[in-house]
């Protein structure tokens, strides 16, 4: 393979229907020149090396088994071309079939050169101005961090980061260019060596520029072709990691090859950078995710407010004192119920815009304050204040719904993105998920944001990895969640049993994620549900107990409490049975799944102190390492398939109770299941107490 011109090397995360596109458009630009296309596979989850492998088979795959980062990964690939000129591209790319012609005729009239880019356009056809910069020295990296670079683009001192001063048509010597398009004679690498890997992302190529620079070799902006680069969809730069890890690289690079001379200096001034830009997009995200709960909290508040001062006025006159003293009870007391009735009805993060179910919580929240104005002699002060409040607080939660609902139908210009619109999955297998696919693509819906579909296993080669766009397979459907951003997941039940829908539902690690299913019988219908209509497809929501944040909190004190007040009253009694029976104790460790354990008491003697045992117990349940009902301890390492990040080892559970009614590992299967969709209080409480009477009867 001594005659190559072109080494083409690619490094995918994630960006399969990109890298697909890609790969088209580099092969029409390369047609005429000897090449070979190298793809090194930061272990993607959606499908990328069996599309490669059934679409691309001429080119060379590197399949790593976990995310190697930029820099490391073209190194696998850099030590492995055998081309005169290798082309560092980013997946998410798409070149012009004159791009590589337009740039070996520069490099073959400027032999100085040793690297080059060509113009990057943004997917909206304006100019990428990161695809060319300066080499970061303290005070450019200074005015970048601080944002004088943004706010003063055309200074030859603020703007000197991405060179924004320059014309993006002019042709021009620069000192560094992007990562995401870089053509390099291969000698250069021979000269200056590889990526520096300490750079996990970002800075990597800007450390190599310097390095080229070093070695007298020169850096070119080449507009007479341009690529498009649709920026990062495997790296979203509105969210808090990138920021860190975009400021940890700078830094990196700052004390390479200048921490000598200012080290202490802009240390803290990086430091400073990452603490204002991260708190920044922090805060506007937290903002986006939860703006309906802030709202509507702020104007239950003002109205208390107002109608505290208007009920001071009314009455006695408006004193400072009075509304001090007394606004903060019922403030708090409102504010607290109305958050514990919006979230038992789901209304944040999954029923936002719902304006039949804040009126709801609004009602259920008056007749709590009222009855609590009633039968409380201490809180009759504020029953003018709860009607006047639950008069106009309602109206005005329902005002804003109604406003945004009529005047937001699909702009993702107000907030970064649709605020109705959730994005959604199909999960099966076969036609009926294509077809279903396919009928929610037409059905005109502002609450389905398809990012594509989820097979249940690898793919073949003969099928269509982009029509509908295959996102993975279900075993990776946690990773597929967090790339995707999935909010909403539809399983088909033509595909899936229902035991396999409750398994992957309690295995989901997100608790925004909402569920829906398309019955293969109607007669079916799992947890609580609610019937949309998708033309001729029913629709159903589903829900499991134990996934809701509310059940969880409630279980999570029953058991703090219970084990408290136990752990309190025995705890003398405790320390001298542990005294006295201390030589024939030992403790024996047993898995619990997910990485966590606990101890059991084990005593050489056959008569096992009751108290030492339960006390060790409840003090695991205090710790949270073990919960009063859940599954037997046993389970967790059982060969069982069900998932359990929210499902917890117990004293006692449904299976324990239920030993004489289980005849195989199918039925106690399906009594975990109906513990994960019918978890309550009362039930927790009800298996308690049937666990407490068979233990009696045993020992009677």
Known sequence: MGNIKISIVIVNYNVKEYLAHALSSLQKALEGFSHEIIVVDNNSV?????????????????????????????????????????????????????????????????????????????????????????????????????????????????????????????????????????????????????????????????????????????????????????????????????????????????????APQSV??????????????????????????????????????????????????????????????????????????????????????????????????????????????????????????????????????????????????????????????????????GRDVRSLFNKMVSYKSIDYDLKGWISLEELSESEDFLNPRNLGVMKDLNEIIKIYKIRQIIFSANSLSYEQIMQMMSGIKSSLVEFKMVPSNLDVVIGKSHIDKLDDYPLLDINYSLGRKFNRLLKRSLDIIVSGLFLTLTAPLALIFYVISIKQLSFKTIPTGVGNSVKIPIFKNSKKPLLITGWTMLLSVLRGKLTLVGAPLDYFSSTSTLQKYFYQPGLTGLVQINQKNIASPEDTEKYHLFYLKNQSLLLDLEIMFKAIWQSLKTRS
């Open 46 to 258: 959606d499908g990328s090396v069996s599309l490669l492998r059934s679409k691309f088979p001429q080119v060379i795959i590197i399949e790593n088994k976990e995310n190697l980062g930029f820099g490391r990964a073209n190194n696998q690939a850099l030590q492995r071309v055998n081309g005169e000129f290798v082309v560092l591209i980013n997946p998410d790319t798409l070149v012009q079939e004159d791009t590589f012609r337009k740039l070996l005729e520069f490099f073959n009239q400027h032999p100085q050169a040793g690297a080059a880019t060509c113009k990057i356009i943004n997917p909206d056809g304006t100019f990428a101005i990161d695809c060319r910069h300066s080499i970061p020295t303290p005070s450019i990296a200074l005015w970048k961090v601080l944002g004088l670079s943004r706010l003063f683009p055309h200074s030859k001192i603020f703007g000197q980061y991405n060179l924004t001063y320059l014309a993006e048509n002019q042709t021009s010597q620069v000192p560094a260019i992007s990562g995401s398009f870089m053509m390099v004679r291969r000698e250069v690498f021979e000269r200056v060596g590889y990526f520096d890997e300490r750079f996990f992302m970002y800075c990597e190529d800007i450390d190599l520029c310097q390095r080229i620079n070093e070695e007298g070799y020169q850096i070119f902006y080449v507009p007479s072709t341009q690529i498009v680069h649709y920026k990062g969809e495997s790296t979203k730069k509105d969210r808090l990691d990138y920021v860190v890890t975009f400021n940890k690289s700078l830094y990196q690079f700052f004390q390479k090859y200048y």
């Open 264 to 429: 202490f200096l802009f240390r803290w001034l990086i430091a400073f950078g990452i603490l204002l830009r991260g708190s920044g997009i922090y805060l506007k995200n937290f903002f986006v995710n939860h703006f309906p709960l802030l709202l509507d909290t702020l104007l239950l508040n003002i109205f208390i407010i107002v109608s505290f001062v208007i009920r001071l006025e009314l009455g006695r006159g408006f004193f400072w004192q009075d509304f001090f003293t007394e606004f903060w009870v019922i403030n708090a007391l409102a504010t607290l119920i109305f958050w514990g009735i919006s979230f038992y009805l789901e209304i944040y993060p999954y029923h936002r815009f719902s304006i039949q179910s804040i009126l709801k919580a609004n009602i259920i929240t008056f007749l709590f304050l009222a009855a609590l104005t009633f039968f409380f002699k201490q809180f009759a002060f504020s029953r003018a204040v709860t009607l006047l409040t639950f008069i106009f607080s309602p109206l005005a939660m329902i005002s804003w719904r109604a406003i945004l609902r009529k005047y937001h139908r699909g702009d993702r210009s107000g907030f970064g993105r649709d605020l109705f619109s959730k994005p959604t999955v199909v999960i099966g297998s």
